[in-house]
């Protein structure tokens, strides 16, 4: 049982969780940090998320995805494909990210794709103009 009155440990909780993030953003990479994170979130939330760093796809990867979308070598494990997702749409109203994310919803499995499309249209409804997303819902009109 989680004892809360603990004052000598570090939590997980959603301050925690803030705080760490606010800790990534001045000390850069999680490594460089990781006595931070631990007295913030404590020992066990800390070795699986430092853990969870170190194997998940870097930012630089997904930005080589989007940079050469065509040709760019996909992401293999199910964890950075979503993360592939999410990077898309935090970033989709930049207008090389929208070009690349029509290329990406062609390449990714059509169940991907879908997640991609509805996640794109609550940023942009304007997606929908785009011929890669013409062409994705002439071929998969039963997904959407």
């Not at 930049?94 to 062609?106: F, N």
């Not at 879908?114 to 890669?132: E, H, M």
Request: glycine share 6%.
């Amino acid at each position: 049982m989680l004892d809360t009155q603990n004052t000598e440990r570090g939590f997980p909780t959603p301050r925690a969780w803030e705080m760490v993030s606010d800790a990534l953003v001045a000390l850069g990479h999680p490594g460089a940090c990781a006595d931070v994170i631990l007295g913030i979130v404590g020992e066990g939330a800390s070795a699986e998320f430092l853990g969870y760093c170190e194997r998940a796809i870097s930012e630089e990867a997904l930005r080589a995805i989007l940079a050469d979308p065509v040709n760019a070598r996909l992401p293999e494990k199910l964890g950075d494909l979503y993360a592939l997702l999410a990077y898309v749409t935090a970033n989709a109203r930049d207008k090389e990210v929208a070009q690349a994310a029509g290329v990406l919803i062609g390449r990714l499995s059509p169940e991907l794709a879908v997640l991609l499309i509805r996640d794109l249209l609550r940023i942009d409804p304007l997606f929908t103009r785009q011929r890669a997303y013409k062409d994705f819902v002439a071929r998969h009109k039963d997904l959407l």
